[in-house]
């Protein structure tokens, strides 16, 4: 059965600061994808990035890398130079081909950037 | 206006009352899914749905009844609520499955009493 493991529940940090946000899955499928979302205070959900079973490269956009390690079944986010606007609550999310892609999200990591 | 709208956002109810959250999208996507999100559980899927009259359980199903007559619509009916049911619920469309990117209500906060 797919699961979505992100063990910080909350992290603190001080503007300009980097921080890495963890992500472990759980699979038995060749075929899936991995996602982050990004729910600010105003409370919406944000999509951040997708990235399928058979790309392992690794992403930047702007500030935000994402670090896909099928050999260890991580998708972790890192931040670089934090700014508050940064302080939200980011999602790790897992869909398989076995279970018809459903959506499964991992229980979240609030984020706070101090100024 | 275009887009996913979730109705009510705030509902107040008591125990045993029956609640229908509604949604709907105007990009004629194929699914549409709903959440729940809890303190410490993140999003849990409750049901989704590929397509009018196709739906299917997710995670977290019981106490639930979806219907989906139209494509645009996904209303979530708690039959019966209970407390364990005080939660902020989110709709969710996506053009194919959960493999795509999920365009997500603003969601609608439930207390009930």
């Known amino acids: 059965a797919q699961k979505v493991t992100q063990a910080q529940t909350e992290i603190s940090v001080v503007e300009k600061e980097d921080v890495t946000l963890d992500c472990v899955y759980e699979t038995r499928d060749t075929t899936y994808y991995l996602f982050w979302y990004k729910q600010p205070p105003s409370g919406e959900l944000v999509f951040l990035i997708r990235r399928n079973s058979f790309d392992e490269q690794n992403e930047i956009s702007g500030r935000y890398s994402w670090n896909f390690q099928k050999s260890t079944s991580s998708f972790n986010f890192t931040i670089t130079a934090s700014q508050v606007v940064d302080s939200a609550v980011y999602f790790c999310a897992l869909s398989e081909a076995g279970s018809s892609y459903k959506l499964i999200f991992g229980s979240g990591t609030r984020l706070l950037v101090r100024p | 206006d275009a887009g996913i709208t979730q109705s009510p956002r705030y509902k107040i109810t008591e125990t045993g009352r029956q609640v229908t959250l509604m949604c709907h999208q105007t990009w004629s996507h194929s699914y549409m899914f709903w959440y729940r999100q809890d303190l410490g559980h993140g999003l849990r899927l409750i049901y989704y749905?590929?397509?009018?009259?196709?739906?299917d359980k997710g995670e977290v199903p019981d106490g639930y009844v979806v219907s989906r007559s139209k494509t645009e619509n996904f209303p979530l009916t708690l039959e019966s609520a209970t407390r364990s049911q005080t939660s902020v619920y989110f709709c969710?469309?996506?053009?194919?499955?959960?493999?795509?990117?999920?365009?997500f209500g603003a969601g609608s906060r439930l207390t009930v009493l």
């Open positions: 969710a469309s996506s053009t194919s499955s959960g493999a795509n990117v999920l365009t």
């Open positions: 749905s590929a397509a009018a009259d196709i739906t």
